[in-house]
């Protein structure tokens, strides 16, 4: 079963003309992004932020892909040659820009930003979900879109060491041979959730004036956020893995008052968590990639909780919900099985709009987003509640 929140790779040309165009934000906040790193350990906590800021003139644009060390993971992710792929990855993606200000000045908001802390799915990383971040930036929200270290599920990702500040590469690891994949897969989405409550106590400490490196080189200076982010309204969000994660983290922190699940892969969460998860959830699925087996876990968290939602976008696949739907021309979203039918830019939309209409809701954020209320019911163009019944081929 493929399961993984990244598209198998293909082989051949994947041409060099061809680029990733990530649509503007559509809020009416200006995005800054930056990347943050605490500790010199795996324990520490890696993340790029997106925030509203001060916009300027000529500001950088940070690289989606940002190392050629990740094109290497996402080869061996994919069972592909390293030899050939990532150079091939680094043609087709290698130089394409998420359109937000890097390192730009924080805008600051005397009554706090609402949070939401993003754990990405599986084989992937911090800037593969920037397209929603972005979205969700622009609205209003400061987003830290996390990168897991602990549990070794990303395509690969690193640590600076204190004594020279070299880098520690961590590679992807696979299930061991031998090893019973629920086990495996258990023991990661704990460490996944564990990450999550750990980033939220982050944001805890700097709103409480505490000293926090950033020990990235040049790196973004955490203290500008005290004072500007309300930590009564803080969610998690995560797409796949990420999704299952997000629903984990409402058992294990009570300052996450929601999440949304973005075509959640719910078969590593054991049986007796469900009845403990005590805050609402919004399940947004793809139409091609949920089983009947993981919708019927879904509907268990729903109908103990009336405020949680499921709803499916019709004409989508499982990376509807990534950056890589907007994979321009029709040969690389082949080969990176990108593209449903339905339009990226829809897809994209849907998701944001029900996001922000579930989390006007819980977080009581004074927004317009209640236009949006009735994707959350499933009404609406290409949206249906719960799901098809001719569901996965997994």
């Known amino acids: 079963a493929d399961r993984v929140a990244l598209p198998r790779l293909g082989c051949g040309d994947m041409g060099g003309g061809q680029s990733l165009a990530l649509p503007p934000e559509k809020g009416p906040h200006r995005v800054g992004c930056a990347d943050v790193m605490v500790g010199h350990t795996q324990q520490g906590l890696f993340f790029r932020l997106f925030y509203p800021c001060v916009p300027r003139d000529g500001a950088e644009m940070p690289l989606w892909i940002p190392r050629y060390e990740y094109c290497g993971g996402l080869a061996d992710f994919s069972g592909r040659s390293r030899r050939w792929c990532a150079p091939l990855l680094s043609i087709a993606v290698g130089s394409c820009r998420v359109p937000v200000s890097w390192k730009a000045p924080f805008k600051s908001c005397s009554s706090g930003y609402p949070l939401v802390i993003f754990s990405h799915g599986l084989g992937a990383f911090r800037t593969v979900y920037s397209s929603i971040c972005m979205q969700l930036a622009s609205w ?31 590679p992807h690891q696979q299930v061991p041979q031998g090893q019973k994949e629920f086990y495996f897969r258990n023991n990661q989405v704990h460490h996944r959730a564990n990450e999550c409550t ?33 930590l009564n309204k803080a969610a998690i969000m995560g797409h796949s893995f990420g ?12 300052g996450f008052r929601c999440a949304v699940a973005l075509d959640a892969w719910m078969f590593p969460l054991e049986n007796v968590l469900y009845p403990e998860v005590p805050k609402p959830v919004l399940f947004i699925n793809t139409e091609k990639f949920q089983t009947p087996e993981s919708m019927a876990k879904m509907k268990r ?3 103990r909780n009336s405020q949680t939602k499921i709803i499916t976008i019709l004409g989508s696949v499982h990376q509807s919900q990534t950056d890589f739907a907007f994979l321009t021309g029709k040969l690389i979203s082949r080969v990176f099985n990108a593209r449903g039918t ?10 944001s709009q029900a996001t922000l209409a579930f989390l006007q809701r819980h977080l009581d954020v004074r927004k317009e987003f209640a236009q949006w209320d009735c994707l959350l019911e499933g009404i609406g163009d290409s949206v249906i509640p719960e799901a098809p019944f001719c569901l996965s081929n997994l």
């Open 301 to 303: 968290l729903s109908s």
């Open 198 to 230: 750990r980033a939220l106590q982050l944001f805890r400490d700097i709103s409480s004036g505490k000293s926090i490196p950033n020990v990235l080189p040049q790196g973004f200076d955490l203290s500008v956020l005290k004072n500007s982010i309300d």
């Open 243 to 254: 999704g299952v994660t997000a629903v984990l983290a409402l058992v294990k922190e009570p």
């Open 140 to 170: 209003g929200f400061v987003v830290a879109a996390l990168e897991h270290r602990l549990d070794s599920s990303a395509a690969t990702t690193y640590f600076c060491t204190a004594e020279a500040v070299q880098e520690q590469w961590i």
């Open 342 to 351: 339905l339009d990226p830019y829809k897809c994209l939309d849907i998701t």
